[in-house]
């Protein structure tokens, strides 16, 4: 039943995408010869209207032919009617139109899933610890366990659910390199106890598998008509990036990401379990793949639309059509490439080595944001145990002005200004005591440095009048100071009074969180908002200061070391998620 309703989303998409083609040119009054779901001998046919509508033999997609091609058609090349005899701007949206029919096919899926099913509402965790990836020939793969594997009990205890579940797999994992586990794992319907060594990486176990909380997306009544939509866009916008994100992966590191394609008989399979999983595993399901065969048939290929579309562009470019034989060689390139593909696929699908340890899709299922982000906090806890802030300073007054200082300059410049600086103005009684002049000449190396003078000087008089010359401990005093903007005053709370009242988004915060897709905000008074929902409150700056650690020594702005990256298995550009 799963594996008939996956087959009928795959055709109903494919329809939905020749069904773009075959009513862009019908509208525009253009010929159409055939409308064919699959290739090579017909099965079924009926004629309307002149248009052979098709049902044929090889089900790997489908196509809308046009007189223009058929040698032996009666209409003459001169009919103003056939394709090659229209406007480019025409041909281009016949061509257009599959691509934009599976755009807004998975669009209205996605509001349908808002209106039928509800709006996300969290995680419900179930027991049990879910294995969603295994590292070929690593102790996981090794002792057995599959993806999808949902592990309920370790050393004759069972397991409970949630975060903290995986998080004392984890545990146990970590502190017991080179010594056997025995865990039981349920696969389908069957219980296979297993045994696992974790490998010694450094002292630390390591097993090679993804591990996320077992579980299901809990849903709620929409508030109101217009937020179905809202979702809608949302969920659309974030899956269209990831899919276009993942081929771009895919083309840019092929050797490390082409394990990770799956076929078709990959793709049915993976539908056919959601199909048992219940109804609304499948909205996503079906608004993924059409997102995946509108951004796969985008891609400037020969046969596909992207390459019919590179044809056009040269035509217009040149001014007349591209010669005949250019455009057939171009033609039966892509046939040879796309079979070929096709080919290589379905082999590796239904191949035990390949089939059974990357079942993952077109684009890999990636954890949520709100479940990577205790795992990549916990990760570059190891990675960078001793992170912390970098600014010199010895007691609250000298935190502020390096980090008031620190605004566009690197705190190893702030760290070479301030020794000569606190030493001429030790507190904010000495700088309240000056004007900006007199300040400038020490802070001149830090850029804008009229203004942080200025602004030292007046902080200075204020913390004397309202604070008796001290750091006040609340946000809103902080704030009230001048050139206090909300990043420096989380900063001296944190490390001065271990107050957390926010996230730093610094620069390399921003960059962090926008690549591992913590959130999808751009500006740092909005990203802000967004971590400080994925971590415990106790957890705010440390998250900072290691994704500053992070940014600055591995994922620079300049060039992320993606392939070196420690946390790549937890970074949609960084590839397969592993643990
Ligand atoms: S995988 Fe690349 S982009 Fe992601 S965190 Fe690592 S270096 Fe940055």
Redesign the pocket.
């Known amino acids: 039943m799963g594996v008939l309703t996956a087959l009928a989303i795959l055709a109903g998409l494919i329809v939905v995408h020749e069904a773009g083609h075959f009513f862009a040119a019908t509208w525009q009054g253009i010929r159409v010869s055939s409308f064919s779901i699959g290739f090579g001998p017909v099965l079924l046919e009926r004629q309307r209207r002149g248009v052979q509508f098709a049902l044929r033999a090889i089900p790997l997609g489908g196509f809308v032919a046009f007189p223009d091609d058929d040698e032996d058609s009666e209409i003459p090349k001169t009919d103003p009617n056939l394709l090659s005899n229209r406007p480019l701007p025409q041909r281009a949206l016949v061509i257009a139109a599959g691509v934009l029919a599976n755009l807004l096919l998975a669009w209205l899926v996605l509001l349908a899933q808002g209106v039928v099913v509800g709006i996300p509402d969290g995680f419900s965790a179930t027991p049990g610890v879910l294995v969603s990836g295994v590292q070929a020939g690593q102790p996981a793969a090794l002792a057995g366990l599959q993806p999808g594997d949902r592990i309920v009990s370790l050393a004759g205890e069972p397991i409970a659910g949630g975060q903290e579940a995986v998080a004392a797999l984890v545990t146990a994992v970590k502190s017991s390199p080179e010594q056997p586990l025995t865990l039981v794992a349920e696969r389908g319907q069957r219980q296979l106890t297993l045994e696992l060594v974790p490998a010694d990486v450094g002292g630390t176990g390591r097993i090679g598998a993804q591990l996320q909380p077992f579980g299901s997306e809990a849903f709620r009544p929409a508030r109101g008509p217009l937020e179905p939509i809202r979702q809608a866009n949302s969920d659309f916008s974030a899956l269209l990036s990831r899919t276009a994100g993942g081929f771009f992966t895919l083309i840019t590191h092929f050797g490390e990401t082409a394990g990770q394609v799956s076929g078709p008989v990959k793709i049915v399979e993976m539908g056919a379990s959601l199909a048992q999983q219940g109804g609304g595993s499948l909205f996503l399901f079906t608004a993924l793949i059409s997102i995946n065969l509108a951004v796969l048939n985008a891609l400037p290929l020969p046969l596909l639309d992207g390459g019919q579309f590179v044809l056009l562009l040269l035509e217009g470019l040149r001014g007349r059509p591209l010669p005949e034989k250019f455009q057939m060689a171009f033609m039966q390139s892509g046939f040879v490439f796309l079979v070929g593909l096709s080919v290589v696929l379905i082999v590796k699908d239904t191949s035990p080595a390949g089939g059974a340890a990357t079942a993952e899709p077109l684009v890999p299922r990636f954890p949520s944001a709100r479940q990577r982000t205790p795992l990549?906090l916990e990760r570059l806890g190891e990675l960078y145990p001793h992170a912390t802030c970098s600014l010199d300073w010895r007691n609250p007054y000298e935190l502020l002005i390096a980090t008031m200082l620190s605004a566009q300059c690197t705190d190893e410049r702030v760290n070479q200004i301030t020794p000569a600086l606190f030493e001429r103005f030790p507190d904010a009684a000495a700088a309240a005591a000056v004007e900006p002049a007199d300040v400038e000449p020490y802070v001149k190396s830090a850029g804008f440095f009229r203004n942080k003078a200025k602004n030292i000087v007046a902080s200075s008089r204020l913390l004397m009048e309202r604070h008796g010359g001290t750091v006040p401990r609340t946000m809103e005093e902080l704030l009230e100071l001048p050139g206090v903007a909300r990043k420096t005053a989380s900063v001296v709370l944190a490390w001065c009074f271990g107050i957390n009242a926010g996230v730093t988004v610094d620069t390399h915060v921003s960059?962090?969180a926008q690549?591992?897709r913590l959130t999808r905000k751009s500006e740092p008074r909005q990203i802000e908002p967004d971590l400080m929902k994925l971590v415990p409150q106790a957890d705010w700056q440390t998250l900072s200061i290691r994704l500053i650690f992070?940014?600055r020594a591995?994922?620079?702005a300049r060039k992320?070391?993606?392939?070196?990256?420690?946390?790549?298995d937890?970074?949609?550009?960084?590839?397969t998620p592993t643990r």
């Not at 992320?560 to 790549?568: L, S």
């Open positions: 990549i960059r962090l690549r591992l992070h940014g591995v994922c620079t992320p070391n993606c392939p070196g990256c420690p946390i790549a937890l970074c949609p550009m960084g590839g």
